[in-house]
RNA sequence: GGUAACGUGGCCGAGUGGCUAGGCAGAGCUCUGCAAAAGCUCGUACAGCGGUUCGAAUCCGCUCGUUACCUCCA
C-alpha cells in the first residue's frame, strides 16, 4: 500500500510518510481515561482526533487495530499523599467501593464517547485486568538490572538507564537539567535518584486497592499500564501511540524507558503521535486548575459559562475545524459558530440525497465538470498532511457552495458528467459521515410536530374540510398514531 | 529557573517565501407574497522593531505579550 500520509512524530520532531511495520496491519494504541470523573471537554479532543485517524487509515485500506485503555489503578494524588490514590480517595468519601466508582466513570465515559460518535476500540483493557503482565514487566526491569526494590517498592533507576539510553529523548529533556530543577517533594527517601519513579508501590495498611507481588502487597506503578497492555496486544513495537500533549512528560518518557529496559525495543511505537490541549480563557482546561466543563454539562447547557447546550456533534465539529497539533480555545461564541458550520454541512447531505442526475444526454461543459472534479479531489488531501480536519472541513465548504447553487438551479446538473456527478456525491458523503465521522442529529422532537398537525386537523374539522381531516387521519395512521376526537378536545393515542 | 510552543481581519481558525483558506458575525445585491435558505460581492488581517531577499504573515535577530511541560492531568 502506498498511501502519502503524512504524520507529526513528537520523536523525531517531524512529519514523516506514514508506513505500517506489517502493511496492511496498523497497530495504535491512545491513552485512555483514568475513570475517577466525568469526561470532560479536554478529553473529547484526543479521543476525536484518533478516532478520525482511525476512520481515515480504515478509508485508505488499513486494517486498524485501536487500542485503548481504562486506567482503573494507580495513579497516586501526589506523592506526599502515603500512598492513596485518587480512586480510592474518592470511594472513602462516598462510602462506594473502588471499583463501583470506576464502573459508574466507565459507563458515562461510554455514554459520552458514544454521543460523540466515537467507534469503540477495538479492545478496552483495563489496568487492574493486568496486574499480571505488569508484574511481569517490572520482573524483566529487574533482570535487566534497571530496577530496585526499595522497602517492598520498586523503582525504575532512571541515572542506570540513561547511561545507555537517553531518558528524555521523546520531550527533549536532559536528565542533568531535570536534576537541576528537582522541586523538593516529600516521601523520596526510598528513591536513590529523585529521576526514579514507581513500578510497584507497596500499599499502606488503609489503601484498598492490592495485589500480591513477589516484592508486597501493593499496587502497580502509574505509567507501566500502557506499556504493558500496549505490548500485549500489539506486539513489542506497534505502529502510533497517541494521547495529549500533557501526557509527554512524564508518562509517556517513562513508558519508552520502560519498555526499552523490559524487552530491548528502542521505541515501542515508532510514531508519537500528540494532540493539544483545550483552553479556557487562554488557560489549559484541565482536572487540577477545576476550569474544566463535563460533557455532560456541555451537552446539556447545565454549568455557569454555558449561554445554551450544545451538542455533541456541535462539539465534535468545533474540534475538527482546528488542526489537533494547535491549541484551541473555548468560547461560546465558537461554539456557536461550529453549530452553524455542522448544519451547514449537514443541510448539503441532505440536498446531495435529493439530486437526481437528469436523464437523458446533454453536453458536458468540460469547464464546470473540470472545476467540480477539482473542488472534488481537494476533499482528502489535507488529511494526508497530519490529519489537517480544518482544512478538509474548508474544501468541504468549497464544493458544498457547488452543491448548493446546483440545488436552487444555478448550476445545472446537466452540465457535468455522471461520473462527476456520482463522484462528487460519494466522496462529501464519505467525508462528512464516514471519516469525520459527522452524523445528522435528531434536531426535531415528534411530539413537538404532532401538535402542529393537529392544529391544522383542528383548523380542518372547523372548516368541515372532510377532506382534508380524512387526509391527515390516514396520514398519522401511517405513522402508528389514532386521532381521537372526544368531546373534552382532540387527543391521539399510539395505535394498539 | 530549565525546556518547548504560540501571537493571523469583529470572533474562531488554516496557511510557512510570490498564487482566494474556510466558518461565524457585519454590509450590499440577486431570488422572494412575507420570511428563510441559497448564491454573488465587500472589508484589503498577519504583535512591534530591525535584517536577509527582486519579493516575507511565512526565514533570521531583538523586544513585548500569552501558554504548556518540569507534580496528577486528554
Excluded at 387526509?471 to 387527543?491: E, F, P, T, Y
Aim: hydrophobic fraction near 35%.
Amino acid at each position: 500500500m502506498n498511501h502519502p500520509l503524512s504524520l507529526y512524530n513528537t520523536l523525531t520532531r517531524t512529519k514523516q510518510p506514514f508506513t505500517p511495520l506489517e502493511s496492511p496491519l496498523v497497530g495504535l494504541y491512545v491513552c485512555g481515561p483514568t475513570v475517577y470523573g466525568h469526561a470532560h471537554l479536554g478529553h473529547a479532543r484526543p479521543y476525536i482526533t484518533f478516532d478520525v485517524l482511525r476512520r481515515y487509515m480504515q478509508y485508505l485500506g488499513y486494517k486498524v487495530r485501536y487500542v485503548r485503555n481504562i486506567t482503573d489503578v494507580g495513579h497516586l494524588q501526589n506523592d506526599a499523599d502515603d500512598g492513596e490514590d485518587k480512586i480510592e480517595k474518592y470511594a472513602k468519601a462516598h462510602q462506594l467501593e473502588p471499583m463501583e466508582v470506576v464502573q459508574q466513570y466507565t459507563n458515562s465515559f461510554h455514554l459520552d464517547m458514544a454521543s460523540l460518535n466515537i467507534l469503540p476500540p477495538d479492545i478496552e483493557p483495563r489496568a487492574s485486568g493486568h496486574i499480571i503482565e505488569q508484574i511481569e514487566m517490572i520482573q524483566e526491569i529487574l533482570d535487566n538490572g534497571l530496577a530496585y526494590e526499595s522497602n517492598g517498592s520498586v523503582y525504575f533507576d532512571v541515572p542506570a538507564y540513561n547511561k545507555d539510553h537517553r531518558y528524555g529523548k521523546l520531550s527533549g529533556r536532559v536528565i542533568e537539567d531535570l536534576l537541576n530543577n528537582t522541586r523538593e517533594l516529600d516521601g523520596q527517601e526510598e528513591k536513590r535518584s529523585p529521576l526514579d519513579f514507581a513500578l510497584w508501590k507497596k500499599a499502606s495498611a488503609s489503601h484498598i486497592m492490592r495485589w500480591n507481588s513477589p516484592w508486597s502487597e501493593g499496587f502497580p506503578g502509574w505509567h507501566l499500564e500502557c506499556s504493558a497492555m500496549s505490548r500485549k496486544y500489539l506486539g513489542k513495537q506497534f505502529d502510533i501511540h497517541g494521547g495529549g500533549l500533557d501526557l509527554m512528560f512524564p508518562h509517556h518518557e517513562c513508558e519508552i524507558a520502560q519498555s526499552q529496559a523490559s524487552h530491548n525495543h528502542t521505541d515501542a511505537a515508532r510514531f508519537w503521535m500528540h494532540n493539544n490541549l483545550i483552553t479556557i480563557n487562554g488557560k489549559k482546561m484541565g482536572k487540577s486548575l477545576n476550569n474544566f466543563i463535563t460533557l455532560g454539562e456541555l451537552f446539556t447547557g447545565s454549568h455557569e459559562v454555558l449561554q445554551q447546550a450544545y451538542s455533541p456533534m456541535t462539539v465534535r465539529f468545533f474540534i475538527l475545524q482546528a488542526h489537533y497539533r494547535s491549541t484551541l480555545d473555548f468560547s461560546n461564541e465558537g461554539l456557536q459558530a461550529a453549530r452553524k458550520g455542522y448544519l451547514k454541512v449537514m443541510n448539503g447531505l441532505r440536498i446531495l440525497d435529493q439530486l437526481q442526475y437528469p436523464t437523458g444526454t446533454a453536453a458536458v461543459d468540460a469547464k464546470a465538470d473540470e472545476e467540480i472534479q477539482k473542488l472534488t479531489s481537494e476533499l482528502f488531501v489535507p488529511l494526508n498532511d497530519d490529519l489537517n480536519t480544518a482544512k478538509s472541513i474548508a474544501a468541504l465548504f468549497n464544493l458544498l457552495k457547488k452543491i448548493n447553487s446546483m440545488h436552487t438551479g444555478g448550476f445545472k446538473l446537466e452540465i457535468l458528467s455522471e461520473e462527476t456527478f456520482e463522484q462528487m456525491r460519494q466522496q462529501y458523503r464519505t467525508l462528512a459521515l464516514d471519516v469525520l465521522g459527522l452524523k445528522i442529529e435528531q434536531t426535531t422532537d415528534a411530539l413537538t410536530l404532532l401538535e402542529v398537525v393537529l392544529g391544522f386537523y383542528k383548523e380542518a374539522k372547523e372548516t368541515k374540510d372532510y377532506a382534508k381531516v380524512d387526509a391527515i387521519r390516514a396520514q398519522l395512521k401511517g405513522q402508528g398514531i389514532v386521532i381521537k376526537d372526544m368531546k373534552s378536545g382532540i387527543d391521539w393515542a399510539y395505535e394498539e
